[in-house]
């Protein structure tokens, strides 16, 4: 797609994912130069060239974004900063013509989410979530088999992940975290659920708590939602951050043959007719991508077409999670998503097209 000339990247939030992200990108085999780099805090920005080897252009002030993209004849953008920003940051690079590797959640709210998605359609260049599960060949290879039917018809799943999730920092304020832990972490499981599916979400019911090691905090750190799709199946989604160290998850999704469950790197098939579990062998098909950031890069470069996460899957995220959190904020009442989108004049035919 670029010439010969090695793309020009700006990072604008280099903490913690921002600087793994801008490393991984520097590295690629295919070349990407840093060339600028926006962050709240100085010591980031020197940690960050150290390890990268060279110094690029800085920028410490909270509207610097804007520069960074003016003034740095950018191809490309990557957006790591606290939820609530990427909706700006976003907009501001989409209307400037740049191509965009951009955190989750996408930018929070389905409104927005869908506002974004429009601009990033019309400007013609690439947009990619960095959702890393859609490149995991358990999940890869589920989504495949799903849609050929191996499961048979989908009706339930189950979706547990709990983590020792703190909310500090800017996570923990509800005006930057835009919906605590279940738009934080929450938001990959929403998502690889959606994925798999390829299902639209129909409503969502269900309670949210702020309580982390009996203190009660600003955000949302537990939630447990019934959830519909709008492929018929119905199941449960449990978000949890008041455990004591650790990570754990458990994905179960349930069709009429059958069942999948995904255990490490492992896809397993719970076979119902002959009441057997047996692994799935996986192979991701020739050429998918490694990560968001290798999918980026060799989009770029013109050397792969198929863009792994565009934009409308960080939409579908945002309507689920959406619904999700108001449900949990008003007494666990049903949340119904076509409800949400008329607000914006949207309906779910708008979330069809992947
Ligand atoms: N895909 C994943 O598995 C994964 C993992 C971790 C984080 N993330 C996502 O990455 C994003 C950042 O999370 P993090 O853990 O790196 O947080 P972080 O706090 O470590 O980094 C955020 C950085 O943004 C900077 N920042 C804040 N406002 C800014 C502004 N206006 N302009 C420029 N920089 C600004 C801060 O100084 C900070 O260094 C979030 O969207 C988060 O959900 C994703």
């Not at 048979?152 to 923990?172: N, V």
């Not at 199946?233 to 059958?258: C, E, L, Q, Y």
């Not at 077409?305 to 960080?314: A, D, E, K």
Request: aromatic share 10%.
């Amino acid at each position: 797609m670029l010439n010969k000339r090695k793309i020009r990247f700006g990072t604008i939030g280099c903490g913690n994912a921002g600087s793994y992200r801008t490393r991984t990108l520097a590295a690629h085999p295919l070349g990407v130069q840093i060339s600028a780099v926006a962050d709240l805090e100085m010591p980031n920005l020197d940690r960050l060239a150290s390890t990268l080897g060279y110094d690029f252009v800085r920028y410490t002030g909270d509207q610097d974004y804007r520069r960074l993209i003016d003034e740095n004849d950018l191809d490309a953008v990557g957006i790591f900063t606290p939820h609530a920003l990427h909706y700006d940051h976003v907009k501001y690079a989409i209307r400037k013509g740049l191509h965009v590797l951009i955190e989750k959640p996408m930018v929070c709210g389905v409104a927005n989410a869908l506002e974004i998605t429009r601009l990033m359609r019309e400007s013609g260049k690439i947009g990619i979530v960095h959702y890393q599960r859609h490149y995991e060949e358990k999940y890869v290879k589920a989504r495949e088999l799903i849609k050929q039917g191996f499961l048979g018809d989908i009706k339930h799943f189950f979706i547990y992940m709990a983590q020792d999730w703190y909310g500090k920092t800017w996570r923990g304020e509800p005006e930057l975290s835009g919906g605590g832990q279940i738009n934080d972490s929450g938001s990959h499981y929403q998502d690889i659920l959606l994925w798999m599916l390829n299902a639209l979400p129909i409503s969502a019911e269900g309670t949210i708590d702020s309580i982390y090691r009996g203190k009660k905090g600003k955000v949302e750190y537990n939630g447990s939602f019934n959830v519909e799709l709008n492929n018929g199946a119905n199941g449960r989604i449990i978000i949890i951050s008041d455990i004591p160290g650790g990570f754990r998850d458990d994905v179960r999704i349930v069709g009429t043959k059958g069942s999948f469950l995904f255990q490490d790197n492992r896809l397993i098939f719970f076979d119902a007719q002959k009441n057997t579990y047996n692994d799935i062998p996986l192979r991701k098909p020739k050429n998918y991508p490694d990560s968001p950031c290798d999918n980026f890069v060799k989009m770029l470069y013109g050397k792969n077409r198929i863009n792994r996460v565009p934009f409308i899957f960080g939409c579908r995220v945002a309507l689920l999670t959406e619904a999700m959190l108001r449900s949990g904020h008003n007494n666990g009442k049903k949340i119904f998503c076509a409800d949400i989108l008329k607000e914006s004049k949207h309906s779910l035919a708008d979330l069809e097209t992947e």
